[in-house]
């Protein structure tokens, strides 16, 4: 098991930031990518943005591109989310996952899936207000 512990969700304005990071211990077996998902009430779970761990390649939802920023420190096992001019409408959970395999990163998929052995967070909440 791999545990991911999430941190940083909280209370916005619209037009502010927020930095949200996951940090994962316990490593049984190598993690290719790390990526961030969010889910809204009534919406399905959707992709954000994702770095793989050792070449640094990101993926960026075509919404949050320009404003959003995935980082990672792999001597810490943590992988950030810096987001800047958020919206109202992306107030969700936002959860963070890990993959060992090399599939379709920037897209929520069976790629990070638990049964292709991928691990998920608990999610952290992020509001953003009007």
């Known amino acids: 098991q791999v545990p991911l512990v999430e941190s940083g969700g909280g209370l916005v304005q619209a037009g502010g930031s927020l930095r949200l990071s996951c940090a994962a211990s316990g490593r049984t077996s190598s993690t290719y990518a790390m990526g961030w998902f969010r889910q809204t009430p009534g919406k399905e779970r959707e992709f954000v943005a994702s770095?793989?761990?050792?070449?640094?390649?990101?993926y960026y939802a075509a919404s949050v591109k320009g404003r959003f920023t995935i980082s990672r420190d792999n001597a810490k096992n943590t992988v950030y989310l810096q987001m800047n001019s958020l919206k109202p409408e992306e107030t969700a959970v936002y959860y963070c996952a890990t993959t060992p395999a090399a599939g379709r990163l920037w897209e929520y998929g069976s790629s990070w899936s638990a049964k292709a052995g991928g691990y998920w967070g608990q999610g952290t909440q992020v509001t953003v207000s009007t």
């Open positions: 770095i793989t761990w050792s070449g640094g390649t990101t």
